[in-house]
């Protein structure tokens, strides 16, 4: 199950799996391209090991990186809790 976390202005949708055996919560990040199809990321927490890079320059992954490390806290205790609309429902 992926749950919704932030939707940047460009079109970013970054959404994030439930805490996963070990701990570990899976964080995607997917942008619209002019061709029709995405630019993507995957970012492993807590270890912030990131993989399937496809798309984005370095520039825009420092930015991701940054955004990720930024809200860590938030997006592992929304994993828990099953994600942001469940933790705020209450």
């Known amino acids: ?10 079109d970013t949708e970054i959404t994030h799996s439930e805490t996963l055996p070990g701990g570990r919560v899976r ?7 002019e061709r029709g199809g995405f630019r993507s990321a995957t970012c492993w927490l807590p270890d912030y090991r990131w993989e399937g890079v496809c798309g984005y320059t370095a520039s825009e992954m420092s930015f991701f990186k940054r955004l990720v490390r930024n809200n860590a806290h938030l997006i592992l205790g929304f994993a828990t809790d099953g994600g942001i609309l469940s933790a705020t429902a209450s």
């Open 1 to 10: 199950m992926m749950y919704p976390f932030m939707t940047l202005n460009d």
């Open 27 to 33: 964080v995607y990040i997917e942008t619209p391209d």
